[in-house]
């Protein structure tokens, strides 16, 4: 029998089964034409040279609800554009590229931190939200859909499932959170398991329960990069532009979306993408950065929630971090004993070990300047600072695609 418990703050739309795809893609086809849809793929070029994201483009043919794609791509020179560009004309559906290291929409990055609403240092935060803008002022979508480049397992039910929820008005959802199964011969998905999962239930533990804190517990999987939103709560939703990009997106829309319009899909069978290591040593790579930058996205929206950090509070909360941690990794050998799963304990506790300290590393930097991850600024903020910016970016991105 298929899971359809529903726990936490935000509705479960599960998977039972296998729907007959060409009818749920013939359903959403009819309900974009109210919601017209734009998907939003974030890119580096070493993944044009992989095996995933060729695949998606050969998947992404036959979809045919789909307004437009909007490609943005993170550090590709000139010649690695021109690629880019031969790369996606495959693809049959309005396909727009945002060259985000060209000169003209350098440009346009320059003009931002003149006016003093910068879009930050380069990374998929950055990129994604300069898309987001590019979506807003073409005026051609109501939805915006984003997943990775990286997904070796991706499917036409990969995208219909994330798309429907918003998609379809009569459900009223405003924003949609892709969820999945993260299993091989072994667990992964470690940032989620081993840290962020066991860092919210010591929050829980030291500081009540909040209830910003239950809705973030109430994910299934908290670091998935696909979601699905209405166009315009990327016009007032602020994100962050390193690794606290998806912890980030889930804070934005908590502060600007009820609750009741708010849910989590279970949008495939197996997921599979590219691993990061963990990096224990070098903290500006891997999975030590990617928690550290979390970790400070959790703590700068808890403390505009008003909740006061002192380097007590933070000691106590990697005590009870590491318990936590060390529980839930009893927990996980034993759902891998009884499933017949590779498990290494040892391997487990040593990322435990190592988050524990990247956690002590960003409660120090933290307390020493609580305000060293700045978000993005909306665009409703930007149209305000620069009246103009929306006709200044599409004709960049208008004439980098000519």
């Not at 070493?46 to 994201?53: F, I, K, Q, V």
Request: hydrophobic share 40%; with cysteine; glycine share 6%.
């Amino acid at each position: 029998m298929g899971d359809f418990h529903q726990s936490g703050e935000v509705t479960t739309l599960h998977r039972f089964g296998n729907r007959d795809i060409a009818k749920l893609e013939a359903e959403i086809k009819m309900l974009s034409r109210l919601r017209p849809i734009a998907l939003v793929l974030p890119t580096i070029f070493t993944e044009l040279e992989g095996t995933a994201l060729p695949e998606i483009i050969n998947v992404l043919k036959d979809v045919k609800y789909l307004k437009q794609i909007v490609v943005t791509l993170g550090r590709f020179n000139k010649e690695q554009f021109e690629y880019a560009r031969k790369f996606f004309s495959v693809l049959p559906q309005d396909v727009t590229l945002m060259w985000n290291d060209g000169p003209r929409v350098k440009k346009l990055y320059k003009l931002l931190d003149e006016k003093n609403v910068s879009a930050g240092a380069d990374g998929k935060g950055r990129s994604a939200w300069m898309a987001y803008g590019y979506v807003l002022a073409s005026e051609k979508s109501k939805v915006i859909v984003l997943h990775d480049c990286d997904v070796l397992t991706y499917s036409r039910e990969f995208l219909a499932r994330l798309c429907y929820p918003v998609v379809n008005h009569n459900l009223d959802f405003e924003f949609c959170k892709g969820y999945y199964s993260r299993i091989t011969d072994r667990m992964h998905g470690r940032v989620t398991r081993l840290f962020v999962t066991p860092l919210l239930r010591a929050l829980r533990r030291l500081l009540g329960d909040l209830d910003f804190l239950k809705y973030m517990d109430s994910f299934r999987y908290i670091l998935a990069g696909e979601f699905s939103m209405l166009a315009d709560l990327a016009r007032v939703n602020r994100i962050p532009g390193d690794w606290g990009l998806e912890v980030g997106v889930l804070a934005e829309i908590y502060r600007n979306c009820s609750k009741k319009r708010i849910c989590q899909v279970d949008i495939c069978e197996t997921y599979e993408h590219k691993h990061q290591p963990l990096s224990e040593v070098d903290i500006t790579t891997g999975l030590m950065k990617m928690s550290m930058d979390i970790t400070r996205t959790l703590f700068t929206t808890l403390a505009s929630t008003g909740i006061v950090f002192n380097d007590g509070f933070f000691r106590t909360l990697r005590t009870t971090y590491l318990r936590t941690a060390q529980a839930f990794i009893e927990k996980y050998e034993t759902d891998s004993a009884i499933n017949g799963l590779y498990f290494d304990r040892h391997l487990e506790t040593k990322a435990v070990e190592a988050f524990t300290n990247g956690l002590k590393m960003s409660g120090d930097q933290f307390l020493k300047d609580p305000t060293d991850s700045p978000l993005i600024p909306n665009w409703s903020r930007v149209n305000s600072a620069i009246p103009d910016f929306f006709e200044k970016l599409v004709a960049a991105v208008e004439s980098d695609n000519k």
